[in-house]
């Protein structure tokens, strides 16, 4: 079965400051990756999907992510923190129609 | 457009009654799904219906858990002899179905079981 994985469970960083949320998948086939955030009391938020060509994915809110075959991971990034970007994260992959999704990251980003 | 939306918002309900989360996905989508997803974790899959047929239920824990969608569009989670480990936000999603689309999520129902 296909499954993510998110090793850190709380990230911080300082507003305007680059971030990194980490995710590893394990798949058979080919990935099918998608990034989701998650405000306080909101339903989830699509953020950006790989599903095939560039590695480099850009998303809503200024968000990319890059999808790397050898080390299996799919970190999302953005290159200047926003404290509104405070939230909590997950990654997921397609496993057929269900949605796999990891324990989720929470960021802090701090003015 | 209207987004995905899910009622009641919150339920809090006591051990051992019925109770049925209701969801009314985007217009047009024909693929939609449930979600649980329990404090701290992210969201577990329950099940996944393409137009009014139940596709894929391999999710649903146990048979008290059951969902319908009898005209394709909204749909209807129904929990029998709740209990209290069935306490979680239930969350609904729709889209336009395949691996290669995204879902739509819609605010969710948070069930508390007293």
């Known amino acids: 079965a296909q499954s993510v994985a998110q090793p850190e469970d709380q990230v911080n960083v300082a507003e305007g400051n680059p971030l990194t949320v980490k995710c590893t998948y394990s798949?058979?086939?080919?990935?099918?990756l998608f990034w989701y955030v998650q405000y306080p009391n909101r339903g989830l938020q699509f953020l950006l999907k790989?599903?095939?060509?560039?590695?480099l994915v850009k998303g809503s809110y200024g968000f990319e992510a890059e999808f790397n075959k050898s080390q299996t991971s799919f970190h999302l990034k953005k290159p200047s923190a926003l404290v509104s970007d405070s939230a909590l994260y997950f990654c997921?992959?397609?496993?057929?129609?269900?949605?796999?999704f990891g324990a989720g990251t929470r960021l802090t980003v701090k003015p | 457009g209207a987004g995905v939306s899910q009622t009641p918002s919150n339920k809090v309900t006591e051990k051992g009654k019925y109770v049925e989360l209701r969801c009314d996905p985007i217009s047009g989508h024909t693929a939609l799904y449930w979600y649980r997803q329990s404090l701290g974790q992210g969201p577990e899959f329950l099940i996944y219906?393409?137009?009014?047929?139940?596709?894929?239920d391999s999710g649903l824990p146990n048979d008290r858990f059951f969902a319908v969608r009898p005209e394709g569009s909204v749909s209807t989670l129904k929990i029998q002899r709740t209990e209290r480990g069935d306490s979680a936000v239930y969350l609904c999603a729709s889209g336009a179905g395949g691996p290669g689309n995204e879902q739509f999520f819609g605010p969710g129902t948070r069930l508390t079981v007293l």
């Open positions: 997921a992959v397609r496993d057929g129609e269900d949605m796999r």
């Open positions: 798949v058979s086939g080919n990935p099918y």
């Open positions: 790989y599903i095939t060509g560039d590695n």
């Open positions: 219906f393409q137009g009014t047929g139940a596709a894929d």
